[in-house]
C-alpha cells in the first residue's frame, strides 16, 4: 500500500503516549505463550499478520471498484476488523454505534475511533488517519441526532469528494436513516454495503487459513477441557463455561450464541444452554459459534455421551444418520460446483419425519458469512446462486431429530475449498460409542 498519507492521530493522545500505549495492545502482544506453544507442538505455521492485512484491504478495494463505489463507510466491528484488523470493545460496538471507517477505493483509510482510543490501531499499517469519531445514535445524541448526523455526513462526503476522482456512489453497511438523507442532501449516493463485504470475505488468503488453523486448534483444546469436565451431575452452563474460559486464554475473543442442550432440551433443537442438571446417558449436543484467536469464526458441532450408560439403539440410529449426512455433504464439496447443485445433491431426510437444521452450508471467517446454501424446499423462495472457489471455507451442518420425539443429534465440520477437492479443517473425533 502506498504510504503517502501520514497517519495523523487526534489531539486526545500526545504521538508518544500513543506509541507507548500501542506496544502494550493486545494484537501486538499476540495469543500469549500457552497457545503459541500449543501451535508450535502441533506443527502449526503462524500467520504473517501484516501480509494478511494487505490482503484482506485489497479484497474490499477490488469489490469497491468492481460495483465503482468511490468507498465504503463501515460501522459493524467485525467487518471493521475484516478492513483494518483494528479492534475496540467489540460486543458493545455491535450496537453502540461509536466506531466507524472510511475505505476508499484509492485512497487513505480514515478511521474514526471512540473517545480516548486513538492509540488502539498501533500495530496495523493500513490505518493512514484516525480522528475522533462522531456519535450520532440516540445514547450519545439524544435530540440532538439531526445535528450531529450532519456534522457527520460533512466529514464523510468530504472525503468522498477529496479521494473519489468525481465518483459519488458511496457504499455503508449500516446506517439509519437520519445519516441516509444527510448524505444524500449532501449529492452523495447511498448503497448497502453489506454485498461489498461479503464477497471481499469470502475467499481466504494464505495467512488467514494459517489463522484459522490456529483458532480451530485453540478451540478444540478448549473442546478437550469440556469433555473432561464432562460428568453425571453437571450443568449446561458450568460445562459451557469451560470453553468460554479456554478461548479467552488462547486470545480468543467471544462466542455468539449459547447452544449447548443435554437430553430431551436437544430435541427441537436451538435450546439456549440452561441451568440444567446433565445426567448419566444423556446426548449433550453443542456448536462452538466462536470468535477465537485472531478474530478467527471456529463453527464446529458435535453430540457427545454423558457418563457410562451404554447409549440406545435410538441414539445411535439418529446419531449415524447425522453423521452419515455430514460425511456425504462433505464429499460433494470442490471448486466449480455450484450452490445449485449442493442444494439439491446433499444428503437429506424426509420433512416429515424429521426435524433439520437452518441451512446445509455456509460460509465462515471471522463469523458466520456467505454463502449460505439451503435446503431444497427453500430454495425457490430464498435460494441464490454460486460456484465454490478455492479459499473459500464452508461450514457442512447436520441436526437430526424425529419429529415424534426421541434424541436430537448436532454435527458440523468446517471444510477448506482447495484447488483440487476439499481439506477438513476440524479434527475432533466424532462419537466412537454412537458409530458402533
Aim: charged letters at 25%; one cysteine or more; a negative charge.
Amino acid at each position: 500500500m502506498n504510504r503517502a498519507h501520514p497517519r495523523r492521530i487526534g489531539p486526545a493522545s500526545p504521538q508518544p503516549a500513543a506509541d507507548a500505549a500501542g506496544a502494550l495492545n493486545m494484537h501486538t502482544l499476540g495469543p500469549g505463550e500457552e497457545a503459541l506453544a500449543e501451535w508450535a507442538q502441533a506443527g502449526l505455521t503462524l500467520p504473517d499478520l501484516a501480509a494478511m492485512r494487505r490482503h484482506r484491504l485489497a479484497r474490499v478495494r477490488q469489490q469497491l471498484r468492481r460495483a465503482d463505489y468511490a468507498g465504503i463507510v463501515l460501522y459493524d466491528p467485525v467487518n471493521v476488523r475484516y478492513a483494518t484488523d483494528s479492534t475496540n470493545m467489540q460486543v458493545w460496538l455491535l450496537h453502540n454505534a461509536s466506531r466507524y471507517v472510511f475505505v476508499p477505493a484509492d485512497g487513505p483509510v480514515v478511521l474514526w475511533e471512540f473517545d480516548h482510543c486513538d492509540f488502539l490501531s498501533g500495530h496495523t499499517d493500513v490505518v493512514d488517519e484516525i480522528r475522533p469519531c462522531v456519535p450520532w445514535f440516540y445514547f450519545c445524541a439524544g435530540d440532538r441526532i439531526p445535528e450531529q448526523a450532519q456534522r457527520w455526513a460533512d466529514e464523510i462526503a468530504a472525503l468522498v469528494r477529496q479521494h473519489g476522482g468525481g465518483n459519488t456512489r458511496l457504499a455503508i453497511d449500516r446506517c439509519n436513516a437520519e445519516g441516509v438523507a444527510a448524505l444524500e442532501g449532501l449529492g452523495i449516493q447511498v448503497h448497502n454495503g453489506e454485498a461489498v463485504m461479503e464477497r471481499a470475505r469470502e475467499i481466504k488468503g494464505e495467512d488467514e487459513i494459517r489463522a484459522m488453523r490456529c483458532a480451530i486448534h485453540a478451540c478444540e483444546q478448549g473442546m478437550v477441557v469440556m469433555r473432561q469436565h464432562l460428568e453425571p451431575g453437571i450443568s449446561e452452563q458450568r460445562l459451557w463455561s469451560h470453553l468460554h474460559a479456554e478461548n479467552i486464554a488462547r486470545g480468543g475473543e467471544w462466542i455468539e450464541t449459547r447452544l449447548l442442550a443435554s437430553g430431551p432440551r436437544c430435541n427441537p433443537w436451538y435450546q439456549e444452554c440452561s441451568s440444567r442438571t446433565i445426567e448419566n446417558g444423556d446426548l449433550v449436543a453443542f456448536d462452538t459459534d466462536l470468535v477465537g484467536s485472531y478474530g478467527i469464526c471456529v463453527d464446529t458441532s458435535r453430540t457427545w455421551l454423558c457418563g457410562d450408560r451404554a447409549p440406545s439403539p435410538a441414539q445411535r440410529d439418529i446419531y449415524r444418520r447425522a453423521w452419515e449426512q455430514v460425511q456425504h455433504n462433505i464429499a460433494l464439496l470442490r471448486p466449480g460446483v455450484s450452490y445449485h447443485e449442493l442444494t439439491h445433491r446433499a444428503l437429506r431426510y424426509p420433512a416429515d419425519t424429521f426435524r433439520h437444521y437452518t441451512c446445509l452450508y455456509h460460509g465462515v471467517g471471522l463469523c458466520d458469512e456467505a454463502p449460505i446454501i439451503y435446503f431444497p424446499e427453500a430454495w425457490q423462495g430464498f435460494g441464490y446462486d454460486g460456484v465454490l472457489e478455492p479459499g473459500m471455507v464452508m461450514c457442512v451442518e447436520s441436526y437430526l431429530g424425529r419429529i415424534d420425539g426421541g434424541p436430537g443429534v448436532k454435527l458440523e465440520e468446517q471444510v477448506l475449498i482447495t484447488p483440487t477437492g476439499h481439506e477438513v479443517l476440524t479434527r475432533t473425533p466424532f462419537e466412537d460409542t454412537l458409530l458402533r
